[in-house]
């Protein structure tokens, strides 16, 4: 199943600050949300596991939370360099990992 | 550093399996720490997860995929691959593998990636 995501495309200004929403699919530990980013013609890239846990080498400016049903990704001080689809992922349901349908983030 | 680097043809006809094989460097295929996943993304699409598959052999799937997909490990060539059967225009689509950080209880993501292979089905 496809996680929804929120909203489907942003345009933002650079040096602002963007939140992006992610809805799981059911009640679920914030241990089992991440968040990834995908450049055009790029693998995607791990950026926030267990909801809040920025990955080796993310910046500060990224920043997960949430719990329940509702997550959040934002991204402070926004750069030219950020634009990209951003993925919500949830593991363990079934199937054991879902993928939101992803927001296009654009620059203004 | 850990590397990942796909391999296969880029072309398969309608009903025939789709074969990949994941190369991984920089480190054993061998690890208790992590599985080693399969996801694929249709052109313009999503994310998709096919599966996962740890070192000694013992896997997940996707349901939607499962009856069709087939995974295994090579611990010799520390590869490991993926046979998904009877593909339709559908399973084309970009297939990446990943490291999958989880343990079959918790995970940390897929938090290494190959650069992915395009696979059209197309006669």
């Known amino acids: 199943s496809v996680l929804p995501q929120s909203p489907g495309t942003l345009s933002v200004s650079p040096g602002e600050r963007v939140t992006l929403s992610c809805r799981a699919s059911?009640?679920?530990?914030?241990?089992?949300i991440a968040w990834y980013q995908q450049k055009p013609g790029q693998a995607p890239r791990l950026l926030i596991h267990g909801a809040s846990t920025r990955a080796t080498g993310i910046p500060d400016r990224f920043s997960g939370s949430g719990s329940g049903t509702e997550f959040t990704l934002t991204i402070d001080r926004l750069e030219p360099e950020d634009v990209a689809v951003y993925y919500c992922?949830?593991?363990?349901?079934?199937?054991?990992?879902?993928f939101g349908q992803g927001t296009k983030l654009e620059i203004k | 550093q850990l590397q990942l680097q796909e391999s296969g043809p880029g072309l398969v006809e309608p009903s025939e399996t789709l074969s990949l094989t994941c190369n991984v460097s920089?480190?054993?295929?061998?690890?208790?720490?992590?599985?080693w996943g399969w996801v694929r993304q249709p052109p313009g699409k999503a994310l998709e997860w096919i599966g996962s598959?740890?070192?000694?052999?013992?896997?997940y799937n996707n349901p939607s995929l499962a009856s069709r997909v087939t995974m295994s490990v090579d611990t010799s060539t520390n590869q490991f691959s993926l046979r998904l059967a009877s593909v339709t225009a559908a399973d084309t689509a970009v297939y990446y593998c990943a490291r999958d950080r989880s343990d079959g209880y918790n995970s940390a993501g897929l938090d290494i990636w190959g650069r992915g292979t395009m696979v059209i089905v197309s006669s």
């Open positions: 059911q009640a679920t530990s914030s241990r089992y």
């Open positions: 598959i740890f070192y000694r052999g013992s896997t």
């Open positions: 992922q949830q593991y363990g349901n079934s199937p054991m990992y879902s």
């Open positions: 920089g480190g054993s295929i061998s690890t208790t720490y992590n599985y």
